[in-house]
């Protein structure tokens, strides 16, 4: 069993390729922020190598705004690694102007679409507490 776990949460507003976009995007960020959850890499039959990916399991959820946002408010209480994915990004084209449109965002009321966390296990579990599996 894994001693911490990932968690990303989706807005439950968006369109279907703008959720799978949001989580792929936060999934980077998680592996970026815990290279150390990355596998070996894969093999297959024939000897041809291919990238690795994650050795843990990340779990997908649905919320609205208030939800992302007291997800956002409780991982930052409770000291967990986060990953943000605010509205504003979607009108850019490359991580310096995403930068720049989040630094934009009022702090306190963030316009979440999504949001990728890692921490101990207890305490991911408290944060996401109520929320439902993305379906």
Do not use: C
Not at 15 to 29: D, E, K, M, S
Not at 50 to 76: C, E, T
Not at 113 to 135: E, F, Q, T
Request: proline share 4%.
């Amino acid at each position: 069993m894994f001693e911490t776990k990932i968690a990303f949460i989706v807005r439950d507003d968006l369109a279907t390729w703008q959720r799978l976009n949001v989580v792929a995007f936060l999934a980077t960020g998680i592996a970026s922020a815990a290279p150390e959850i990355m596998g070996q890499p894969y093999i297959d039959a024939a000897g041809r190598h291919y990238g690795k990916i994650s050795g843990q399991p990340m779990l997908i959820f649905a919320a609205d705004l208030a939800g992302l946002q007291s997800v956002h408010r409780k991982g930052i209480e409770r000291e967990l690694t986060l990953i943000p994915y605010v509205e504003a990004m979607f009108s850019t084209g490359n991580d310096e102007a995403n930068r720049e449109v989040f630094l934009a965002e009022d702090a306190s009321n963030m316009n979440f679409v999504g949001l990728g966390i890692r921490g101990p296990k207890k305490a991911v579990d408290k944060v996401i507490k109520g929320l439902s599996l993305h379906s």
